[in-house]
């Protein structure tokens, strides 16, 4: 045990990186003419370690007590790890068992009395500030050698189990009970059978931490399986304990038999490197961490869209501010947008800006439109940069990067990214100046990301919120409803030409799905759009003044019921 212990602690030593300990520790350490312990453990929070040091011009002084320093008796020198009495940040020294103020005293414990259990009292000790190993942050360099020991502890259960079990069975081989030999009774095959799961058990979850070892993205500070694998052999130490005393009877009981002290030594695995219940909780944390993680991934990609759409409608809104004469007439909708965003009306109506912001709006949606018409620009635009400063740059630059989006979107160039492509793929028929400005705008706003070999890609879930496809409005259309204030995706008159509306339909049903004519007033009679107008009008209008067809143009993806989907020239 003092040999393994010294091994991990002398690569904590030399993680530091610092010259003056690795010159004076190391070559002992590796020669085995010095032994080292590492006391961290006090039966409290790290931060509320009552084991302090504080410094004072080119010294340390620490002052506290370790309680469960495993080797201390045999131990040269320490690696302690105690709180910064200034900062309260976890500091990490090394300490000499010959430093004055250092008392080393053994303690008497039930079992695993070999390995030395001792505490380290410090009264005063002052340190060189060279044997200072970390200068913040030591807990993480602490949760990074709990993990190994984890494993380690883990293996060496493990051992003890497998021998325990073999010697169990050898020495119930020669006893009988009732004129035939104990072994074949159901109950004592049983038990043994319980042991031997048990066993494989511990040694699945030691292998799975011991291959986990190897991981290239492996948790630098704390490992899940290394964890799992010191809590399972425990628990299953523990069992199988118990099952050799009922196994054993009264020699079970006696120190002069090997089965009393495995007993007792598997008691003190409960607390060592971390106790069963702190385990627990650990990964219960580990767990819930992980999870709102995930969500919050899973979630970014929507949240960064939202953030540019609002700017989009910001600059919208600080138009209409530059240009309103009165600010009474505004609208209390465009004075929240405004005050939202954070913009002062005095900047947006300053001296030349409302041309400028107009001017901008207008290459916008002049591009739309051309994309839309299927006519491809050489170049994109010119953009906002350098036309304001300020709060007004920041919004004008992030409403360009929904423009690109929306761009990309109808140019198939957000389909091509999902998978990694260079510049020319990602162009594909598009012009590649084009496609190289929807590119840099796309990457300046963390939409599209650019690997090391140049090649561009956008996060899948982008696709899902770009695309309109969001996971709340999946199960209304499932039968065929529209969200109110949405276009529909197909014209009503195609739909009734290629498939008939089916006899069974309940009234909600048809009552939000599209059966109207081209609207005359835009899309306000469409019955999948705004179903109350539609059911109040008793007569479809035949003229059309709005759009020839009620298209959805917000997403690409078919919105169209069930029953119309085949029909739909969207797919």
Not at 230 to 241: D, M, N, Q
Not at 248 to 270: C, H, K, L
């Amino acid at each position: 045990m003092l040999i393994d212990t010294t091994v991990e602690i002398t690569e904590v030593i030399l993680s530091s990186g610092k010259r003056e300990l690795t010159d004076r520790y190391i070559p002992d350490l590796v020669a085995g003419r010095r032994y080292v312990a590492l006391g961290a453990y006090e039966s409290r929070d790290p931060y509320d370690y009552e084991t302090v040091a504080r410094p004072t011009g080119d010294e340390w002084i620490l002052n506290g007590t370790k309680n469960f320093v495993t080797g201390g008796p045999f131990a040269d020198l320490f690696v302690l790890f105690v709180r910064d009495a200034v900062s309260n940040d976890m500091l990490a020294f090394v300490v000499e068992k010959d430093d004055p103020g250092v008392t080393v005293t053994p303690l008497e414990t039930m079992g695993l009395r070999t390995m030395g259990l001792a505490q380290v009292i410090l009264h005063e000790v002052r340190l060189p500030s060279w044997r200072l190993m970390w200068r913040a942050d030591a807990l993480s360099e602490l949760n990074t050698y709990a993990r190994g020991r984890r494993t380690m502890t883990g293996c060496g259960i493990l051992g003890a189990l497998e021998s325990v079990v073999d010697n169990c069975v050898e020495s119930l081989s020669e006893r009988r009970r009732s004129g035939r030999r104990v072994l074949d009774h159901p109950n004592v095959e049983r038990s043994i059978g319980e042991m031997r799961v048990l066993l494989q058990a511990a040694r699945a979850s030691v292998y799975r931490a011991l291959d986990g070892t190897r991981a290239a993205g492996r948790d630098p500070y704390f490992d899940e399986f290394a964890t799992v694998a010191k809590h399972h052999a425990a628990e299953c130490a523990l069992r199988i304990g118990q099952l050799v005393m009922n196994l054993q009877g009264g020699e079970g009981y006696i120190s002069a038999f090997p089965w009393e002290r495995f007993v007792r030594d598997i008691t003190g695995m409960i607390g060592g490197q971390g106790s069963q219940e702190l385990l627990l909780i650990q990964m219960g944390q580990r767990t819930i961490v992980g999870l709102e993680g995930e969500r919050v991934r899973a979630d970014a990609p929507e949240r960064g869209i939202a953030v540019l759409s609002d700017s989009w409608w910001a600059l919208h809104a600080a138009e209409a501010v530059a240009h309103d004469d009165n600010a009474g007439q505004l609208t209390h909708a465009v004075r929240e947008v405004v005050s939202a965003a954070g913009l002062d009306p005095s900047d947006t109506g300053a001296a030349g800006r409302g041309g400028e912001l107009t001017a901008l709006l207008d290459r916008a949606h002049a591009l739309l439109t051309t994309v839309r018409s299927g006519r491809m620009p050489e170049t994109m635009p010119r953009g906002p940069a350098g036309l304001f400063t300020g709060r007004l740059a920041a919004a004008a630059t992030g409403a360009w990067s929904p423009l690109a989006c929306g761009v990309a979107q109808e140019t198939g160039l957000l389909a091509r990214l999902l998978q990694p492509c260079t510049l020319e793929q990602a162009a594909a028929d598009l012009p590649v100046e084009f496609t190289r400005g929807l590119l840099d705008i796309l990457a300046g706003a963390s939409v599209v990301r650019v690997d090391g070999d140049g090649r561009h890609t956008v996060d899948p879930g982008l696709e899902r919120v770009l695309m309109g496809a969001r996971a709340p409005r999946r199960s209304p259309h499932e039968y065929g409803a529209h969200w109110p204030g949405e276009r529909c995706c197909v014209p009503p008159s195609r739909v009734r030409d290629t498939n008939p509306r089916p006899a069974a339909v309940t009234r909600r049903q048809r009552s939000r799905t599209c059966w109207s004519t081209p609207c005359s007033d835009g899309w306000k009679g469409c019955r999948r759009c705004s179903p109350a107008r539609a059911r109040a009008s008793a007569a479809r209008p035949t003229t059309t003044a709005g759009p020839q067809s009620c298209w959805h143009v917000t997403s690409r993806s078919c919105r169209c019921s069930p029953w119309n989907r085949d029909g739909c020239p969207r797919r």
